[in-house]
C-alpha cells in the first residue's frame, strides 16, 4: 500500500510542478498569436496607405494631362493620336523614351480622338506593379 500512495503523491507532485509550466505556454502561445495578428494588421494597413497614396497621384497626374491638352497653331486636323508619359516613385513625369523605363512606378496612356474641334481624351493610368489599373478619366473638350 505505501508503494501506490507514493505513486499517487508522485503523480499529484508532477502535475502540481507541470501546471505553471503549461499555463506559460498558453500565455505565450496567446501572445505569440496576438502579435501575428496584430503585425498583419499594420502590414495590410500599409499596402492600403500605399495604394491610397498611388490612387490619389493617378487622379492629379490624370487632371494635369487633360487640363494640358491645347491645340498649337490651331486645331489639329481629325485623327487620333494616342502616346504614354510614365512617372517615377515620386508621381514626376520621367523622359520620354521609346520604349517604357524599367523604372517607371507608373504609367498613363494617353489617346486624344479629334473631330471638327472637339477632343474626346481619355487616360489610362497603370501601376508597373501588379496592381495593374489606377485610374481611368474619360472626358470630352471643345476647342472650336
Known sequence: MNGSMTGKQN?????RSHGPLMELTVICL????AASVFI????RAGQLS????D???AVNASQTIIESVIPEGGVPADGETSYDIYF???WNRMDQTS????????AAHV?????????HLEVVVTSASSEGELYRLSTDRDFS
Open 11 to 15: 503523480r499529484r507532485m508532477s502535475f
Open 111 to 119: 489617346t486624344e480622338t479629334w473631330t471638327d474641334g472637339l477632343v
Open 88 to 90: 517615377d516613385r515620386d
Open 99 to 106: 520604349s517604357a523605363p524599367s523604372d517607371a512606378h507608373a
Open 50 to 53: 500605399s495604394r491610397a497614396e
Open 30 to 33: 496567446f501572445f505569440i498569436i
Open 55 to 57: 490612387l490619389s497621384a
Open 40 to 43: 498583419l494588421v499594420f502590414v
